[in-house]
């Protein structure tokens, strides 16, 4: 008789099937397209590299890093460095993620949880919405205006109703790029019990940012990175806020989520802001010249405070997609029909020349 034998992986599979939780199952993961071989204008990222002579003192710095031994688990010289900058008050904190995602994790792991609403302005970073998930919340997104602004009543409506334990505004937004109006903001923290947490990614971009307001509302924190502004390579992301909330926050981070490499590179990098505020000055000046660009080649152009452009290609958004990969250049599809966010694009602001590639890629299309 021939036994039918089960195959090992198909076991694994019939017991994760059995064990790992249903919400966790029914998630797709973030996917991540290959850019090998392309300009990559999908990601946000800060397309200049170092002076070489900056380079070598950055080695010298790494030379010797004890990576036998724990990090400090504080982080202090990277802390201490961001709290002078931030020119924060003695009863305010500095805390630090592993990229502003962890930060994201830690925050809704203290305060979200099943029975408990994280809201936010849609459509906004995706993080907000899939940690939700992870941590059982119930995510409640409140539809922007096609035009991306902020619906005042609605969103008032939805935090009346709702009570949601935290509400996440990326200021300025992603994938839309534009600062939503600081009245409306006020009154937003105003309305909320829970947490507001102001989201500054794109702070180096933008200039406007509520840092000076952690002190007058009893429910706001400010959380920003590295990333978008050079060092999305080092994962480095940070909160400031009253101590009430981070001493809280500070019970469900990981000791030791910031590596010594990143410890070293970061203290390194911080006192060499000046660099990263020129690169962004070029970035805002490339991104005015694309933006005029694809204007005049009849796209619709969103305004942007960040190193993005989010532009309309009506009727066409997946065939210029597909056209830009055929020409090696890599920017991001979000169309999504019937939603404001139809047949529209984003690109990010790289190099001169990777900005003309990006335009003449388009201009054969
Ligand atoms: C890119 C981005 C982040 C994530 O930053 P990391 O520090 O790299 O994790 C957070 N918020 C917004 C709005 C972003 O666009």
């Known amino acids: 008789m021939p036994v039918t034998r089960v195959s090992p992986q198909d076991q694994a599979e019939a017991r994760a099937q059995k064990w790992v939780r249903p919400s966790v199952r029914a998630l797709t993961a973030y996917h991540v397209p290959p ?18 002579e900056m380079e070598q003192e950055w080695l010298q710095c790494l030379h010797g890093a004890p990576l036998n031994r ?8 990277v802390r201490e460095r961001l709290r002078a900058s931030l020119s924060l008050a003695p009863d305010q904190l500095v805390m630090l993620g592993n990229g502003s995602d962890e930060l994201i994790q830690i925050i ?11 809201m936010a302005p849609v459509p906004t970073f995706v993080m907000y919405q899939m940690i939700a998930r992870f941590v059982g919340a119930e995510f409640v997104g409140v539809p922007l205006r096609d035009d991306f602004t902020l619906d005042r009543d609605r969103m ?3 935090i009346h109703r709702h009570d949601p334990s935290v509400i996440f505004i990326a200021y300025p937004n992603n994938p839309s790029g534009n600062l939503f109006e600081r009245p409306l903001l006020q009154e937003i923290i105003e309305a909320a019990d829970g947490l ?69 590179s970061a203290v390194f990098a911080l006192e060499r802001s000046a660099l990263f505020e020129e690169q962004a000055a070029r970035i805002v000046a490339e991104r005015e010249r694309v ?37 090696k250049v890599l920017i991001k599809n979000l169309h999504q029909a019937d939603t404001p ?3 529209c694009l984003r690109v990010t602001v790289g190099t001169p020349e990777e900005n003309d590639a990006f335009l003449a890629g388009l201009r054969q299309f």
């Open 70 to 77: 724990y990090p400090d688990p504080t982080a202090n010289a």
């Open 341 to 343: 966010l139809a047949d």
């Open 156 to 158: 008032l409506a939805a």
């Open 291 to 327: 933006a005029s660009a694809l204007t005049e080649r009849g796209f619709t152009v969103f305004p942007s405070a960040t190193n993005f452009l989010l532009f309309r290609a009506a009727g066409s958004a997946a065939r210029t997609y597909e056209h830009l990969l055929d020409h």
């Open 196 to 264: 507001v947490v102001i989201d500054e990614a794109y702070h180096v971009f933008a200039g406007e940012s509520f840092i000076a307001d952690i002190g007058h509302y009893a429910n706001v924190v400010v959380m920003r990175t590295l990333s978008k502004m050079g060092l999305a390579g080092l994962r480095l992301g940070y909160l400031a806020g009253a101590a009430a909330w981070l001493q809280q926050f500070d019970k469900v981070r990981l000791p030791y989520n910031i590596n010594v490499l990143t410890q070293i």
């Open 108 to 118: 809704q792991l203290s305060l979200a949880g099943p029975g408990r609403v994280v």
């Open 35 to 52: 850019a090998e071989g392309r300009i990559k204008l999908d990601a946000m990222e800060n397309p200049y590299q170092w002076p070489a």
